[in-house]
């Protein structure tokens, strides 16, 4: 698929422009509510559904469809980034009012460093065939991974990433308003705030390492890529808030999640075999069936621990 210059200038200018819009109505560091992060959420969603019509106006059905298959899977692995955040802004204590402002630029910093590895491992599937056997033992593995050693995060505090910046970086160990570098006896030091955005930033490059591997399987269309992911991580924020105070319940997510990544895997190595490149349509059922099996079947767990004993 060849894109012209213009369509990534477009696509560019319409994300930079729904960011503003988005900094500029939280400009007040309110704290987000359930209903106003719900609406939010629609939005986001209805913008990313929006540009997959789009693609199948300018492009095709098959086009598009991949584009929905690697919008589907980034969305679903973003529940997870979701646990993440909220062990770092336990962790932390972050204030509420501020949260929204750390999701805020950790998303600018997700697309910058999700568009630099996207170009990298398009090229690398490009130019060298064996490394799809490479991505694809890697999500395998990390599907295993995700399965059976789910919950065994590092403290944000013993983040490597975290640690040089404390390292390098001047600190005062305290929040100082919405403020990621402040002034302290004259000196110009960092916040804690600034430490609690690195771990952000530190943690979804992990995921990051996952997710543009795991929509590459399905194509290594640089611009579909890109959009997919960038769709699904604007609405990141606003998934957040949303699902806060409904992470307990979603049990047996990281199952769904740990077998959409393996899938993934066994999918890119099988494109460089005879069997070839999987139907999108079987790609899109794989995955609405196995995120809803899992979403079904943690609510239903948590409903009959939650029942009278």
Not at 93 to 103: D, I, N, R, S, Y
Not at 133 to 157: C, I, K, N, Q, S
Not at 163 to 183: C, E, K, N, S, W
């Amino acid at each position: 698929m060849t894109v012209p210059w213009w369509a990534w200038v477009a696509v560019m200018t319409a994300v930079a422009a729904m960011l503003a819009v988005d900094l500029f109505l939280h400009r007040d560091n309110h704290v987000v509510g359930f209903r106003e992060a719900v609406i939010w959420s629609g939005i986001w969603i209805a913008a990313g559904l929006a540009f997959g019509a789009v693609l199948w106006w300018w492009q095709g059905g098959e086009v598009a469809g991949t584009y929905y298959a690697g919008y589907l899977i980034e969305k679903a692995l973003s529940i997870d980034n979701v646990f993440v955040f909220a062990l770092i802004f336990t962790f932390f204590a972050v204030p509420e009012t501020v949260q929204h402002k750390v999701l805020f630029w950790g998303v600018i910093g997700a697309l910058v460093f999700r568009l630099a590895f996207i170009f990298v491992g398009a090229e690398l599937l490009e130019t060298f065939f064996w490394t799809a056997y490479v991505f694809g033992a890697f999500l395998v593995w990390t599907g295993y991974t995700m399965a059976f050693r789910h919950g065994e995060e590092t403290p944000p505090d013993r983040n490597p990433v975290v640690r040089l910046v404390r390292r390098i970086v001047p600190t005062d160990a305290r929040y100082h308003g919405d403020r990621f570098f402040t002034r302290v006896d004259g000196k110009r030091v960092a916040t804690l705030l600034f430490v609690v955005l690195i771990a952000v930033e530190a943690s979804d490059l992990i995921f990051a390492i996952d997710s543009v591997a795991a929509i590459l399987a399905i194509t290594t269309s640089t611009f579909v890529v890109w959009t997919a992911n960038a769709f699904a991580i604007l609405g990141l924020r606003s998934l957040y808030f949303c699902l806060a105070g409904l992470l307990r319940r979603f049990v047996h997510l990281h199952y769904g999640l740990a077998l959409l990544l393996a899938f993934a895997g066994v999918k890119l190595i099988l494109s460089e075999t005879p069997v070839g490149k999987l139907p999108i349509p079987v790609t899109l059922g794989v995955i609405v069936l196995t995120i809803g099996a899992s979403i079904v079947s943690s609510l239903h767990a948590t409903r009959r621990s939650a029942g009278p004993r």
